[in-house]
C-alpha cells in the first residue's frame, strides 16, 4: 500500500515524515525526526526566522549565533547528520553547498565559514544534518 511505501520510505530516511505523521505511527522518534526540534521546525511547530526554502532545503537564523551572522541550513530530509550521507541521499548535501552562496551573496556577505558537528564530542546537539553558515565580522581561527 501507500502507506506501507511511505513509512519504508521514512524509515530509510529518505524523506521526511508529514506533518500528519505527527501523532506517531513510527517507531523510532529519532530516526523519523518525529520529534526531533529541526523536523518541528520545517513542520511549522516551533517558529523560526526564515532566510531560504525550496523544495529540498531550508535556511533559517540559529536562535543562539555564535557570530554576527549565524545561519543554519538543512535538508527537509531527516538525516541524523554527516555520518548518515551516503550515495543514496548525498544529492541534497549538494543542493545545500549550492544555495548557501546564493544565500551568502544575498545578504552581501563574501567571506564565511561552513561547519558541521558530527556528534556529541564534536559539539553537535540537534541530531538532524545542519550547516552552520558563520559571517558578519572577522572569524575567530578554528581549523
Ligand atoms: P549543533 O550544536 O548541533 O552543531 O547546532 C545546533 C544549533 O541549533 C545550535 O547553534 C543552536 O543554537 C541551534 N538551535 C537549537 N534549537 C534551536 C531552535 O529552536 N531554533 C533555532 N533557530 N536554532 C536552534
Ligand atoms: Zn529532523
Do not use: W
Not at 531560504?52 to 543562539?64: G, S
Not at 561547519?115 to 565580522?137: C, Y
Amino acid at each position: 500500500s501507500v502507506d506501507e511505501i511511505l513509512a519504508a520510505m521514512i524509515a530509510r530516511e529518505k524523506i521526511a515524515p508529514p506533518a500528519c505523521a505527527a501523532g506517531g505511527r513510527a517507531k523510532d522518534g529519532r530516526k523519523n525526526g518525529m520529534d526531533c526540534i529541526f523536523c518541528k521546525i520545517l513542520r511549522g511547530e516551533i517558529p523560526s526566522k526564515k532566510v531560504y526554502e525550496d523544495d529540498e532545503i531550508y535556511a533559517f537564523y540559529d536562535i543562539e549565533p555564535k557570530a554576527p551572522v549565524h545561519i543554519l541550513v538543512i535538508p527537509k530530509v531527516h538525516l541524523s547528520g554527516a555520518s548518515a550521507v551516503s550515495d543514496e541521499n548525498s544529492g541534497v548535501v549538494a543542493r545545500i553547498f549550492e544555495a548557501i552562496p546564493k544565500i551568502a551573496a544575498g545578504l552581501g556577505l563574501s567571506d564565511y565559514r561552513i561547519v558541521t558537528n558530527n556528534g556529541p564530542d564534536a559539539g553537535q546537539t540537534v541530531s538532524h544534518l545542519h550547516f552552520h553558515v558563520l559571517a558578519g565580522g572577522k572569524l575567530g581561527e578554528m581549523a
